[in-house]
């Protein structure tokens, strides 16, 4: 899946005057997954809530959930877990 690329400030990564296009499933996953419910106002059931997860509100169903909120965005995920204050993501290419 093909799209312009932002780096990690949201900002378009731009070279030479021109806007960067690239795979995009990486840089989409980690914005749902960072995202609150709710935050994307034209499907206000995605949102991964990833904080709440790192600061310790535990869920045992979130990597399921996230996984299939990622496949219905066309992304499959191959792995997928919270470990300390990081959350571990691996695509399927």
């Given at each position: 899946?093909?799209?312009?690329?932002?780096?990690?400030?949201?900002?378009?990564?731009?070279?030479?005057?021109?806007?960067?296009?690239?795979?995009?499933?990486?840089?989409?996953?980690?914005?749902?997954i960072a995202?609150?419910?709710?935050?994307?106002?034209?499907?206000?059931?995605?949102?991964?809530?990833?904080?709440?997860?790192?600061?310790g509100?535990?869920?045992?169903?979130?990597?399921?959930?996230?996984?299939?909120?990622?496949?219905?965005?066309?992304?499959?995920?191959?792995?997928?877990?919270?470990?300390?204050d990081?959350?571990?993501?691996?695509?399927k290419?």
């Amino acid at each position: 899946m093909n799209g312009i690329l932002v780096d990690d400030n949201g900002d378009m990564m731009i070279t030479g005057g021109t806007v960067q296009i690239g795979d995009v499933r990486e840089q989409c996953a980690r914005h749902l997954i960072a995202a609150w419910t709710g935050e994307y106002k034209h499907a206000p059931a995605l949102g991964g809530n990833a904080r709440r997860m790192i600061a310790g509100g535990h869920d045992p169903f979130w990597a399921g959930r996230i996984k299939e909120q990622l496949r219905q965005c066309h992304i499959d995920v191959e792995r997928l877990r919270v470990k300390g204050d990081n959350v571990e993501l691996s695509i399927k290419n």
